[in-house]
């Protein structure tokens, strides 16, 4: 049972463009969110994260948009550089509970 | 501050042997997780301590269990392993909140 989901394995972006990577989920009980970045062989970097009180998270060029109602989240990077070619992961856990339940990953590939 | 650290960062054993993975947490930071990485799974949780007590434990086997020692360290054990165990072992620190840091992992091959 996948409580959280990330529909695209691959996403390519010219870059200088916006990316846009997706992630919906199922538990009701997920209150809070977040985003990691990761590289092979290393451990996943966090990026940015939101609560459920809230729609919108924006720090520098990375935002994070939640929509409670339909369990769906969104990371949005403007503009895309080389840098942010990497696994993306969403995760999400419940309020006080440590545990991240973790998407698969989208891979995500900026080209020059 | 230092980050995450894990040791070692690779490992080779074989079917039915024993092996424990190290974890040092971010200076301060008193909750310590372990996922497990592995291609068709993806990063599943294995289990998370704070203040030496385990609070969480996800759905594996008893033949991973760990443990953490009052200055946070943590330790990850697995006995009996199977080819199956074979994967990427990621700890991660917080200080309680749902903003976990990770380490570098430790990349397992059973043999």
């Known amino acids: 049972d996948q409580q959280v989901k990330q529909n695209s394995p691959s996403l390519s972006v010219q870059e200088g463009r916006i990316s846009i990577l997706n992630c919906d989920y199922t538990n009701s009980m997920f209150d809070y969110f977040l985003w990691y970045k990761k590289y092979p062989a290393e451990g996943p970097t966090f990026l940015i994260s939101i609560s459920s009180i809230k729609d919108k998270n924006e720090d520098g060029r990375f935002t994070v948009f939640l929509n409670k109602s339909a369990k769906h989240l969104s990371l949005h990077i403007v503009p895309s550089q080389p840098g942010d070619s990497a696994v993306y992961f969403c995760?999400?856990?419940?309020?006080?509970?440590?545990?991240?339940?973790f998407g698969t990953g989208t891979r995500l590939t900026i080209i020059p | 501050k230092a980050g995450v650290t894990q040791t070692p960062r690779y490992l080779i054993k074989t079917r039915g042997q024993q092996v424990t993975l190290s974890c040092s947490p971010i200076s301060g930071h008193r909750s310590v997780s372990w996922y497990q990485q592995t291609p068709g799974q993806g990063l599943q949780f294995l289990f998370e301590?704070?203040?030496?007590?385990?609070?969480n434990k996800g759905n594996f086997p008893g033949r991973f269990s760990g443990r953490q020692f009052s200055n946070s360290r943590s330790e990850m054990n697995v006995s009996t392993l199977e080819l199956g165990d074979s994967a990427l072992y990621l700890c991660a620190s917080s200080t309680g909140g749902n903003e976990q840091f990770f380490g570098p992992g430790t990349r397992l091959t059973v043999l």
């Open positions: 301590y704070f203040s030496e007590t385990q609070r």
């Open positions: 995760a999400a856990s419940a309020l006080g509970n440590e545990k991240l339940t």
